[in-house]
């Protein structure tokens, strides 16, 4: 089987050594998105962010060959879980009804202390 791997010139360079997205057969990887600009800049607001690191994610996504119909588990990082409902009208937008299993979780802390939100997803296509 044959693994491709996706770094996107139009994204934030990964911060370790890790892809931005991979497929192997019908399966697609999306790693952790942050709510980071491709320039470093970062806003304040945990919404701004989420919506940052979900058309990110997209990008990565569709790079290879994903589309949010797609997607079969997403899995949400935030640093203050109270920001649940502010983020959920952007998911929503986004899924629309083709739900993934998801998985949202409060963490201490980020890889920057200025961010608020990380997400990542997986995904299942036709070969």
Known sequence: MDIE???LDDQMAPV???????RAGELIWVSGIVGMR???SIPDDTVAQF??????MDACLRAAGGTPETVTKVQIFLTDISERAA????????FGDHRPASTLVE?????D????????CMGVVAG
């Open 16 to 22: 370790s050594h890790y892809c931005h997205s991979v």
């Open 51 to 56: 919506d940052i690191a979900m058309a990110a």
């Open 5 to 7: 791997r996706f770094l």
């Open 38 to 40: 491709p320039d470093g």
């Open 107 to 111: 963490v201490s802390a980020l890889v």
């Open 113 to 120: 202390p200025r961010m608020k939100v990380e997400i990542e």
């Open 87 to 94: 983020i959920n009208p952007a998911r929503v937008r986004y």
